[in-house]
């Protein structure tokens, strides 16, 4: 919640947007514990996805978000998930 929080916002849209990411996350590691795979390459898989929705999450509550910006985060998480599964 802290990394959303901002003098504009309202406790209330923080609340809302640091539970939507929450549920998000659960979800995607649920899915992944049905892959065989590591449980650090897991954890990195989560900690990249961690960083992608907060930052989507900031540029939607400052309203700076443009579809530039979200193909520039799926571009970096798709290279920075790429490195972590094809790195031994």
């Known amino acids: 919640m802290d990394l959303l929080r ?3 916002t309202s406790n209330r849209e923080v609340f809302f947007y640091s539970t939507l ?3 998000v ?3 995607f590691t649920m899915a ?3 892959w065989p795979f590591a ?3 897991v954890a990195l898989v989560l900690l990249v996805g961690f960083y992608l929705l907060v930052g989507l999450t900031q540029q939607i509550i ?3 978000v443009g ?3 979200v193909v520039e985060y799926i571009f970096m998480f798709a290279v920075a998930i790429a490195i972590i599964f ?3």
């Open 62 to 64: 400052r309203g700076e």
């Open 67 to 69: 579809i530039r910006r």
């Open 39 to 41: 449980s650090v390459k």
């Open 21 to 23: 990411v929450a549920f």
């Open 32 to 34: 992944l514990n049905y």
């Open 25 to 27: 996350l659960a979800q």
């Open 6 to 8: 901002s003098k504009e």
């Open 86 to 88: 094809f790195y031994k």
